[in-house]
């Protein structure tokens, strides 16, 4: 009986050590648009993908707003110090030194509606003219050219 329970302790310390060789730390993800930051623990081998996985599952489960779906490559992750740029998905959390972090939903290319798409095809000054008169129609203003 000794010497199962002194393999079971031997396991135990090596367990305890290997987690010691692998850093882990708080880090602090604050969301652009939300009330308040996410605190989380990561391990320093963590990739930025799963570290924006971890902070998205986090936010959806605390209820927040705004929503922001679950797909970590629409977002990316900045070091909170001013003038960096934003962290690759591949690179681990534990390379940039950090522990404070903000996470932005990446910007899409807006859709042309078809008022808009057909404003862009037009050129000239009857382009001008027409915007101008559909804007005094609208709102009964008068848009004066130049």
């Not at 305890?16 to 708080?26: H, M, Q, S």
């Not at 690179?91 to 290319?109: A, D, P, T, Y």
């Amino acid at each position: 009986m000794k010497r199962s329970s002194v393999s079971e302790k031997q396991k135990r310390k090596s367990n305890e050590k290997d987690n010691a060789k692998i850093g882990r730390f708080l880090i602090t993800v604050n969301v652009l648009g939300s009330a308040g930051p996410i605190r989380f623990v990561v391990s320093e081998d963590d990739s930025v993908a799963a570290v924006i996985g971890t902070a998205l599952k986090l936010y959806g489960r605390e209820g927040r707003l705004p929503v922001l779906g679950s797909d970590a490559n629409n977002f990316l992750l900045y070091p909170a110090n001013a003038g960096s740029d934003a962290l690759a998905l591949s690179e681990s959390i534990g390379l940039c030194g950090g522990r404070n972090f903000v996470l932005c939903k990446k910007q899409s290319n807006p859709q042309m509606t078809e008022a808009r798409s057909e404003m862009v095809g037009r050129k000239g000054s009857s382009s001008s003219s027409s915007w101008k008169a559909w804007l005094n129609k609208s709102f009964n203003l008068r848009v004066l050219s130049h």
